[in-house]
Structures are given as C-alpha cells and as structure tokens.
C-alpha cells in the first residue's frame, strides 16, 4: 500500500490506474470500515482510502481534538484488505487557507435528526467529501448506512451536481450483542458497554411494531425514548422515518427506517434499522 500526504502525489500516483473504488474514513478502523472496504475491492481495478479528521464536521464542543488517531494501526488493517492507496493529508493540505467555499445542503435534508443536534455537521461533512471525491476522482464509493443520514446527503449532493460517481451503501455491522460498530464506542466505560446494546434493542422493538402493522409512530417513538430515558440514557430523538428522504411517512408509506441517537454518560451513539 502506498501512502500519499499531498495531493500532488496521490494524483500522480492514480495516473492510469484504471477505475478507482474509494472509501473516505476519520481512521480509527473497525469491522464496519474493514467491511466497507472489502465490498469495494471488487468494485474496480484500483481501492484508494483516504484517512483525515476533518475539523469542518465538528462542533465546537464536540470530540475534534480528542478523536482517536491511530495512523499505524489503521495503515495495517487496510493493507490487509487490498487497499493500493491511502490518502492521509494533514490539514495544512487539505485547508492551506481557512476553507471558504461550503457545500450546504438544504435544511429539510441537513437540520432533522443529526442535524438539529450536530449543526453545521453535514455542511462539513458535504464539503470534505465533496473535495475528496475531487481530489480523488473515484468512479465509485462506498459509504456505510450506518450514518444513514450522511449516506442519503452524499447521494444527493452527487446526484445534484452531477458527479460522475455510483454511491455504494455499505450494510452497518453488529457485535454480536448487537451494538453497530462505531469509532466512538471506544469512549464507553466497562458499564456502558454492556448496557449499549439497549439502542440497538430499542430500535429493534420499533421495528417490529412497524411490522406489526401499529400506524402511531409517534407512540411507537415515544415508547423507545422512555426505555432508554428508564435506563439512564439522554435520548435524542428516535424517529421512524421514509428511507429515501428522510421524511415522515403518509399513512401507508413503505421503505421505512427507524433511527435513533442518544447520549449513554458522555458518549453519543447512534444507529438505525431499515423496516
Ligand atoms: O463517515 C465518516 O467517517 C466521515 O463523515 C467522512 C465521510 C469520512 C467525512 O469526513
């Protein structure tokens, strides 16, 4: 694997290297980033990752300065996995100049959920994704539905500008209490992370009551935020929502998704279940 910090290089490197698979990550790797990578391998001649906290999704008090860096090793797991090129600027790099041109989606899609709690997050996210896939230059990437949200704003900031780029969604992998893999559970203390599962639960039990047929979603919602509220938690929101906007669903809309976001002590852990 070959690791590129400047732009120049990376660039010069890919020089006829055929159709690139691209998969952008903060590092930290898990299973989750590992399987995403593995499902983009086969989808061409030539997987490129890219590694870079990017300062511009972070909130001013958010976990920017403490994110765990683990550069050695995120560089090993993902020469296992056939990884040709890894990405790793520094931020003098990527924002030489205090960055002035945003990608800002429309608040219906970037102020629900995540975005009522994390504001500014997917301008960051949209921005830096937006420069990488320009940087880069993939003919496909993959993005895992874990954040869901991000997945859905990627398509269409893509689709919009008319980028010449197939968005690849990556299924979320579990532990085997359930608990989806996240960067940030490494923050849970011995405690929590027996209790983290309860999300996941909670979400699921939403899940079946949609199957169920109970059309009162609100109190399906309601019902989760209270089991976790009972178990110590801080929920922010649990919303049954249309996969494809994001939006509430009329009465009988299908392709639904449950998702869900709460604090457990100080760490904030989200995730979500296509119904
Ligand atoms: O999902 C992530 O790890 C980040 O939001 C991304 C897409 C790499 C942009 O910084």
Request: hydrophobic share 45%; charged share 20%.
């Amino acid at each position: 694997m070959e690791i590129h910090s400047t732009i120049a290089g990376l660039r010069a490197a890919l020089m006829g290297a055929g159709r690139v698979s691209f998969v952008p990550t903060m590092g930290n790797l898990h299973e989750g980033h590992i399987a995403l990578m593995r499902q983009a391998q086969p989808l061409g001649d030539c997987l490129v990752s890219s590694l870079f906290v990017n300062r511009l999704q972070f909130g001013p008090k958010e976990d920017f300065g403490t994110y765990p860096r683990t550069f050695e090793a995120d560089c090993a797991k993902m020469a296992t996995v056939g990884v040709a090129h890894l990405f790793a600027p520094d931020e003098r790099e990527m924002y030489p100049a205090p960055q002035a041109y945003f990608v800002q989606p429309e608040p219906v899609q970037a102020d629900i959920l995540e975005g009522e709690f994390r504001p500014g997050f997917f301008r960051g996210v949209a921005t830096v994704v937006m420069k990488l896939f320009a940087i880069v230059q993939p003919q496909v990437a993959v993005f895992g539905k874990k954040d869901y949200q991000q997945l859905m704003i990627i398509r269409n900031m893509v689709r919009e500008f008319a980028l010449p780029i197939e968005i690849v969604a990556g299924e979320t992998v579990r532990a085997e209490d359930g608990l989806a893999l996240s960067s940030r559970n490494g923050y849970l203390s011995a405690a929590e992370r027996a209790e983290a599962p309860r999300l996941y639960r909670a979400l699921e039990a939403v899940r079946q009551g949609v199957r169920g047929g109970e059309r009162d979603l609100a109190r399906l919602e309601q019902w989760a935020m209270a089991e976790l509220r009972a178990s110590g938690w801080i929920p922010q929101y649990v919303a049954v929502r249309k996969q494809l906007d994001l939006q509430l669903p009329a009465a009988h809309d299908s392709g639904l998704v449950v998702l869900g976001a709460a604090l457990l002590g100080s760490t904030r852990l989200i995730d979500n279940l296509e119904v």
